[in-house]
């Protein structure tokens, strides 16, 4: 059974750094395309970054420059590192892997971004 638990949310100052982890298990992780999500209250869900199993990643506008994601496949774990943060990037976040057809995320974690 695929699991993701995320870590790593809080409350930061604009222009604050956070790092954000999801951890794996039950899959091959080194396999797969790992993705991150972001969901702001009354907005939909959507892609920011993916890494994929070559470690080649791709970025939305919105965070591109100022957050980096990565993997670590012997510890089955992808890191987001945000940089610069603007209140804009308040929202719940959700890494995701998709294996064949079937997507699977994890819980979520806030980040809030206010002075």
């Known amino acids: 059974q695929v699991q993701l638990v995320e870590s790593g949310g809080g409350l930061v100052q604009p222009g604050g750094s956070l790092r954000l982890a999801c951890a794996a298990s039950?899959?091959?992780?080194?396999?797969?395309?790992l993705n991150w999500y972001r969901q702001a209250p009354g907005k939909q869900r959507e892609l920011i970054t993916s890494?994929?199993?070559?470690?080649?990643?791709n970025y939305a506008d919105s965070v591109k420059g100022r957050f980096t994601i990565s993997r670590d496949n012997a510890k089955k774990t992808v890191y987001l590192q945000m940089n610069s943060l603007k209140p804009e990037d308040t929202a719940v976040y959700y890494c995701?892997?998709?294996?064949?057809?079937?997507?699977?995320w994890g819980q979520g974690t806030q980040v809030t971004v206010s002075a």
């Open positions: 890494i994929f199993s070559d470690g080649t990643t």
């Open positions: 039950g899959i091959i992780f080194s396999r797969y395309a």
């Open positions: 995701n892997i998709r294996v064949n057809t079937d997507d699977y």
